[in-house]
């Protein structure tokens, strides 16, 4: 089938960074867009960033200056960087793929697990 892995989550002070990353693998064919969302317990899950297979960006007013999504075709991998983290950046962060599988042919919207990012002030 297909899955997504995101690695790079962890715990650190305000005004640090991180860098998270997400690897598709599986039956597939091309990824479309590729997203990272957030969601804080109680909360909707937000988006926090979109990137599409051309490269062109999009990202929540909050994150905007101080985040970057960037992506890798060859690796089938999505990045965040995640710089002057804030206490209210703390959440689960999830990443997704719209992608084209082989075998069925179809367009299938993958989710990671997640991956904790905790800001201590």
């Known amino acids: 089938q297909v899955q997504l892995v995101e690695s790079g989550g962890g715990l650190v002070q305000a005004g640090g960074s991180l860098r998270l990353s997400c690897t598709a693998s599986g039956i597939i064919f091309s990824i479309n867009a590729m997203d990272w969302y957030r969601q804080v317990p109680g909360n909707q899950r937000e988006l926090v960033a979109a990137?599409?297979?051309?490269?062109?960006?999009n990202y929540a007013d909050s994150v905007k200056g101080r985040f970057t999504i960037s992506r890798d075709n060859a690796k089938n991998t999505v990045y965040l960087q995640m710089n002057s983290l804030k206490p209210e950046d703390t959440a689960v962060y999830y990443c997704?793929?719209?992608?084209?599988?082989?075998?069925?042919?179809?367009?299938?919207?993958?989710w990671g697990q997640g991956t904790q990012v905790t800001v201590s002030s």
């Open positions: 997704s793929a719209d992608i084209r599988r082989r075998v069925y042919n179809d367009n299938f919207h993958a």
């Open positions: 990137i599409t297979s051309g490269g062109s960006t």
